[in-house]
Nanobody, 123 residues
C-alpha cells in the first residue's frame, strides 16, 4: 500500500488549498483514510477522515466548517479541501490508511502513512 499526499504550498490567510492523497495497493475491504497534520514543535494532530465505503466523514472541531474530505473511487484518491485558511493551519499534512477502522483520531491505529506535504499560511 502506498499513499502519496501532494498539493501543499504557500497561501495567504483566508485562502484555500486542496490536498490530494493518491492511494495504491488498496484492496476491497473496510478502511478509512485519515488526514493528520504536524506543526513544528507540536504533536501530530488529527484533521479528519473518510470511510472508503459509504463516504462518511469525520472532522476535528478546529476545522469543522472549513474542511471537506471527499473521495474519487475511480481515481483511488482522497481529497482534503481547506478553506478560510489561518496561519495556525501551517503544518505538514499527512494522509494515512486505517484498515478495518472507521477513521479514528488515534494516529497509532493507522496502518500506512504517506509522506507529508507542507502547507504554509501567511498572515
Amino acid at each position: 500500500v502506498q499513499l502519496q499526499a501532494s498539493g501543499g504550498g504557500l497561501v495567504q490567510a483566508g485562502g484555500s488549498l486542496r490536498l490530494p492523497c493518491a492511494a495504491s495497493g488498496l484492496t476491497s475491504g473496510s478502511y478509512a483514510i485519515g488526514w493528520f497534520r504536524q506543526a513544528p514543535g507540536k504533536e501530530r494532530e488529527y484533521v479528519g477522515a473518510i470511510r472508503w465505503t459509504g463516504g462518511n466523514t469525520f472532522y476535528v472541531d478546529s476545522v469543522k466548517g472549513r474542511a471537506t474530505i471527499s473521495r474519487d473511487v475511480a481515481k483511488n484518491t482522497v481529497y482534503l479541501q481547506m478553506n478560510s485558511l489561518k496561519p495556525e493551519d501551517t503544518a505538514v499534512y499527512y494522509c494515512a490508511a486505517d484498515f478495518g477502522g472507521w477513521g479514528t483520531s488515534v494516529a497509532n491505529e493507522y496502518d500506512y502513512w504517506g509522506q507529508g506535504t507542507q502547507v504554509t499560511v501567511s498572515s
